[in-house]
């Protein structure tokens, strides 16, 4: 099934870690074994201070793999992208990410990394068991088939397992009351200090997975439609 998965939240303020929150906790974790793991994706992409190029490529293909049963970190994946419609970075695009002319390079075109990434999650289980987890419906809704029909040549279609996502803002919305703004804004309601650099794509990644992890304890549920 294509599109957005929903979610449903078992609490509306932050419980203490009592020996009850705890059980609760443990049964939420159990709630959401109806995925073998949570993948966090966080792309970047080649962009400019007035508008990003067209079109725009990918230029770092990130995630971090969670147990869904236990929340650990399972695997980190990590690799730049070489962009081929527009190989030079924009100074904008360095300094706004961190990434680096030589990193992109150095880096595979986006076919053989997007191959590389689909390896990683099967030697990890079934992938289709799995769920993209991303801040805003941009990654895979919007980059990712754009980036497949710019592939010299041209990717077909999207493997299925990328095109079923969770949007952790709205799971954060749910969960809190609040709106969900930006990764950025989640921390700091939820009292989680930003580690790494805030746009560069691993980064971003690891400190998700901190609100997806944060946002369970909470109560929030993530689970098949």
Known sequence: MTGVY?????????????SFAVARYRSR?????????????????TCDEE????????IE????????????VVDTFESF????????LSAFCSSFTGIEQADVDAAPVFSEVLHRHHAWLRSHGDPNEMVFITCGDWDLKRMLPAQCRAAIPPLPRVPAPYRRWVNIKHVFAAT????????A????????PLEGRHHRGIDDCRNI???VVELVRLGAVVERP
């Open 61 to 72: 293909f990130p995630s971090v793999l969670l147990d869904a049963s236990t929340l650990d």
């Open 6 to 18: 929903r979610y449903r939240s078992g609490a509306s303020c932050h419980p203490s870690f009592t």
């Open 176 to 183: 809190t009351g609040k709106r969900g703004r930006g990764m």
């Open 209 to 211: 997975a901190r609100i």
């Open 51 to 58: 508008r990003p190029p067209r079109p725009q490529e990918i």
């Open 81 to 88: 992208v070489r962009p081929v419609h527009h190989p030079k």
């Open 29 to 45: 974790l159990e709630m959401n074994m109806t995925f073998s793991h949570f993948v966090v994706l966080d792309f970047e992409a």
């Open 185 to 192: 804004s989640m921390l700091t309601d939820l009292k989680i």
